[in-house]
Each structure stands twice: as C-alpha cells, then as structure tokens.
Nanobody, 115 residues
Framework: QVQLVESGGGLVQPGGSLRLSCAASGIIFSTYNMNWYRRAPGNQRELVASLNHSGSTYYVDSVTGRFTISRDNAGNTLYLQMNLLKPDDTAVYYC?????????WGQGTQVTVSS
C-alpha cells in the first residue's frame, strides 16, 4: 500500500521558516519524480516545486530564492525548506509522487503565515 505522509506545517510569523517533510512508503522512492503543490482557500492547486529522480528542480516564480526542495532517497523522504515566508504562502501543502502512469498524493499539511 502506497502512503505519502506530510508533516511540518503550522503557524509561523511573516519572515519565518518551516520545513515540510513527506515520508513515502510502498514505492521505490528513488525512481519517482516528486512534487510539492499547494492550495490556498478559493484558489486553484498550484505546483510549488519539483525534484525529479535525476535531481533536476523546478520552482514557481513566487517561491524562487526562498524555498528549497530536496530528497533523501535512503530515507524515502521529500523535504521543502521554506524561508522568508509571506502571508501569500498560506495554504495546504501536498506531496505528490509520479512515475510512469502512477500518481500518488498525501493528505496535506496546513501552513499558515500570519502575525
């Protein structure tokens, strides 16, 4: 059974940092292309960052220079280091794993940036 479990969300003040984790099980993690998405209230789901199996990364413009995606293939874990957080970063953040025709999602973790 495939599971993706996100953790690390919470309430943080503007300018603060959080590190999200996504623990994967039931897949050969190192072969999967991994993504972080987010959905803010009233908005469409947005791709925030990607890290493919060969190490190539993508960031949406709004987080470039502030967020860093990384993975630990030995520990089957995906990370998203988020620095200089802004209120606009408030959303539920989801982990997504894709390989060939497979596409698995976590349940999401809430990130709230507010003073």
């Amino acid at each position: 059974q495939v599971q993706l479990v996100e953790s690390g969300g919470g309430l943080v003040q503007p300018g603060g940092s959080l590190r999200l984790s996504c623990a994967a099980s039931g897949i050969i993690f190192s072969t999967y292309n991994m993504n972080w998405y987010r959905r803010a209230p009233g908005n469409q789901r947005e791709l925030v960052a990607s890290l493919n199996h060969s190490g190539s990364t993508y960031y949406v413009d709004s987080v470039t220079g502030r967020f860093t995606i990384s993975r630990d293939n030995a520990g089957n874990t995906l990370y998203l280091q988020m620095n200089l957080l802004k209120p606009d970063d408030t959303a539920v953040y989801y982990c997504d794993a894709r390989f060939m025709g497979d596409d698995y999602w976590g349940q999401g973790t809430q990130v709230t940036v507010s003073s």
